[in-house]
């Protein structure tokens, strides 16, 4: 039985639909009590789990041969996830934990929160595997303006990026969860190209066959947009840090890992594009 933290997440969600159509039973963790009704009231397997409350973990470990490891970004992520990693220690349960890109390095404040979880992992005794997927494509549907005004306006970065899908990462984690071959290993997860946004906008306007242009922010300006739109102010700072860190190069990188393990290329960004043409118009 694989237990899925992070369920009501894009990640989450899309690996326990790869797990159910390949007929893997799977146990879908939520932190409100509705979510996990719901999901038995269907059919079925949930708990719910607090990963800031330890005395939640144990119990939802029961029977559970794997877990996929996701906490919520905030400035208690790492503590939340160090908090599942001693129960799963405890438990001996094998983790597969969804990281971030060049994570070790600690390039920017969302790289630090999951650093100390992958070396508690390194150094806990159990199985472990690391996924460390590049930018998530499904970024670009928090862009509504694509649709309204042909623009996507975004932190400054001048870079190519190897964006990645989250059905792919959800398959990966799938296969990795679910074969054997994989303790202590990182993989670095990448879509089959890397482009510019201004690239990227191209493709939009290829695709959609009208104009979009990508709007590249100064530091400033993009965190008081984001600040406006709502964003949280921790969330909004971490994001222009993680512009700072690749503004100039550092994900361009283009992995194939994803053919490796599935058998099949990921997503490329034009086929996300026409995917997804009912959001952008």
Not at 165 to 190: E, K, M, N, P, Q
Not at 242 to 252: H, I, K, L, M
Request: with cysteine; glycine share 8%.
């Amino acid at each position: 039985m694989i237990l899925v933290t992070g369920a009501s997440g894009n990640v989450g969600t899309a690996l326990l639909a790869r797990l159910s159509a390949d007929g893997v039973a799977a146990r879908a963790a939520y932190r409100d009590p509705r979510a996990t009704a719901r999901v038995i009231k269907s059919g079925g397997q949930a708990v719910t789990l607090d990963l800031a409350k330890p005395d939640t973990l144990g119990p939802a470990l029961e029977g559970i041969d794997s877990l996929f490891l996701l906490g919520a970004t905030s400035p208690d992520q790492t503590t939340h996830e160090l908090n599942m990693v001693e129960a799963a220690r405890a438990a001996g349960v094998r983790v597969v934990k969804l990281s971030v890109w060049r994570a070790d390095e600690g390039l920017s404040p969302i790289a630090e929160l999951h650093r100390p979880v992958e070396q508690a992992l390194v150094a806990s005794g159990l199985p472990w595997t690391v996924l460390r997927p590049n930018f998530y494509l499904q970024n670009f549907l928090n862009q509504p303006s694509i649709r309204e005004a042909g623009e996507f306006t975004l932190p400054l970065i001048n870079a190519p990026i190897s964006f990645i899908d989250v059905g792919d990462i959800a398959a990966v984690a799938a296969r990795v969860l679910t074969s054997d071959g994989h303790d202590g290993c990182v993989h670095d997860l990448t879509g089959p190209e890397a482009l510019t946004y201004a690239e990227a906008a191209e493709t939009f306007s290829e695709v959609l066959g009208k104009p979009v242009r990508y709007v590249g922010l100064p530091d400033d300006e993009a965190r008081a947009a984001m600040l406006s739109r709502g964003l949280p102010e921790f969330y909004a700072d971490a994001l222009i840090d993680v512009a700072r860190s690749y503004r100039n190069g550092g994900a361009e990188k283009v992995t194939s890992t994803v053919a490796d393990l599935t058998g099949r290329e990921p997503l490329g960004f034009a086929d996300f594009v026409r995917r997804n043409r009912h959001f952008f118009g």
